[in-house]
Each structure stands twice: as C-alpha cells, then as structure tokens.
C-alpha cells in the first residue's frame, strides 16, 4: 500500500523493508555512546546547558569547519561545547547570558569557534542568528524554570508527548518551534544516551529527520518523488519556500524502517545520518569507491561486517543503478529547524 503525500511524494514500503533488514544486524558501537561530549563529569546543570545549547544552534551546519582537529559540522559544536563547559563559560549559564547583548553572545560564539579563540577565521555562521537562539532559550528558562534545565527536564516526567512532555513545553521556545520536532527530537536522544532522561512513550517519539538522512531515502528509493517539477527541483539543489511534502514522508518511512530493524526509532539517527554524510554526500561511495569522510563517520558509529568497500543499502538501493535518483539531494530551504 502507497501513502501519498500532496500526490507528489508517496513511500515504497519495499524499499523501507529492504532498509530495515539490512539495518537489523548491525550495532552501533557502545564508545559512541560514551564520547566526553554525553559521558563527563560535570554538575548536570552544566551538562544539560551544553546539550540544550548545542542543539538549540545546530542547524545548517555545512560550513562548520575545523580541520586541524578534523572536525566538522555536530562534531565541531561537540567539540566547542564540550570547550566551554571546561572553562565555565557564561554562555552555558542562563542568568548570566541574559546580561549581554545578542550581540556580545554572538561574538563569543564566534571566538568559540575558531582556531584560536580569537574570532578571526571562525567557520560559525549567521552567528547572529545562533545568538538570539541562545537568548531566547534563557530567556525562556530562567522565566518558567528559575534558570535550571534540570527543573525543565523534571516537569516532563520522562514525557515526550502530552500536555506535559518535552515537545509541549520547547514549543514554547523559537530554538524548538518546529512542528516537524526534529531538534527537540535530537535533544531527547542525546539526553537519553547521557543516561539524563528516559523515553517512556516511545509510540510519541518524532523520528529525527535532518537533510543527510532525507537525501538518503530519497536516493534508496524510501520516498519517491512523483512529480516531475518536484524531482527537477531535488535534482538541481533549487532553493524551495517548504521541504514539505518529502520531510513529512521520510519520518514516515523512517518509522517503518525502525519497526523492521527492531532498533528503537532513535537510534535509526545513528545510522542514517553518518551514512548520508559520509557514504551518500556528494560522490558516493556506490560510484566513487570511498567515503568522504576520513574516517568514515558511519564505520566508526556502526560495528560494520567486513571492510566497507561498499555500501550496506548498495545492493538494492535505486540510486545505485540509476543516476537519476543518485542525483537526488534533500529540499534546500533556509530554516533554523534543522
């Protein structure tokens, strides 16, 4: 049975089915889960702060760049966060961020994230924009919750959905408006690998979509494109005014492929967007023999069998057959949601 969306877009279960039992053996590999960024000895108000913070920022992440540590994109925020904590910074303490302009926020953020702190050569974009997130987001918590995102967490009860769960209460928040919920999503996850929060209604849970993996089921063949006007314009990277129909449809299919592997819907983040960043970017490793990171993000998330010449979805995943849809990117839409 086909779920078309807007009659433009509609999902093919069997390709979701082939994903999910080609994910069903594998492993994610239990030091991902106990990097320093999630797994440190911090009060857990300073962790919670670095991860709230973290995501609340982590949107178009393209241009993160720091390559004498090899870092890019979530790695690079990881890595700058983790920074911070380190050195107490006032920019993971609510009250005493709200005594500085958005302006000054700004200019931390962006000596942050350069080489030397310094602020000249820093890869952080639309820092401006990074920063009234921040603001707000302090705002937000030092009004409802005195400051603490511990006391934030606790009035969830381990809730996603509800009138009382995490979704309800960030919706209140520009950082995590998105009503696709793919950051607050994110910061569920990384609060339940830190061992801080525990998912305890699953069946509310919004699978994470973010463009890698977008663009990985759309090239699998997940979700299929069926206007031609729509097709042209994912083909060509043409900026859109919506991602919508294609978001909406790939947390579907992505909710079906989790139901197959038997991974939780969380952890399918863990395999898809290394994969799309790393195996499935630009030159893919189905054509060009290599992935483009090195090392490759998803070898060293996922315990893979052999030596990865070639990609776990390759055997029966369209796009590698069939240029055109290999040609296939995710919407290009400017949004902070993710």
Known sequence: MQSYYNNKV?????????CGNALKPLKIRDEFYRRPFLKNEHAVETQLSMLFNAVAICHQTRLFANPEHNLYGWDYLEW???????????????????TYSVNDIAQALTSAFSPN?????????????????????????????GGSFATLLASAQHQTGGVNGIYTTLNQTVAFEDPRKKKTSFLVKLLHDAGLFIISDPQHYVPIMDYHMQ??????????????????????????????PVRSACIDAL????????????????????????????HPLCVSGRCEKEPCTFALLAALPGNHKKCIFQE??????????????????????Y
Not at 120 to 127: K, P, R
Not at 129 to 138: G, I, N, S, V
């Open 10 to 18: 509609y999902i093919n279960r069997r390709q979701c089915e082939s």
């Open 80 to 98: 700058g966060f983790l920074n911070l904590a380190n050195a107490s910074s006032w920019l993971l303490q609510p009250a005493k961020l709200l």
């Open 117 to 145: 702190n310094d602020g000249i050569n820093s890869t952080l974009d639309t820092a401006t924009e990074r920063a009234a997130l921040m603001h707000a987001l302090a705002g937000f918590v030092l009004e409802k919750y």
């Open 215 to 244: 663009r990985v089921l759309l090239r699998t063949g997940c979700v299929e494109i069926k206007d031609p006007d729509l097709f042209r314009m994912l083909a060509n990277q043409e900026p859109q005014d919506t991602d919508e």
């Open 255 to 282: 909710t079906i492929i989790a139901d197959i592997s038997g991974h939780p819907v969380w952890v399918m983040n863990d395999f898809l967007w290394p994969l799309g960043r790393s195996c499935c970017n630009t």
């Open 316 to 337: 029966f995943c369209i796009g590698s057959h069939d240029d055109n849809y290999r040609n296939l990117y995710e919407p290009i839409i400017k949004t902070h949601y």
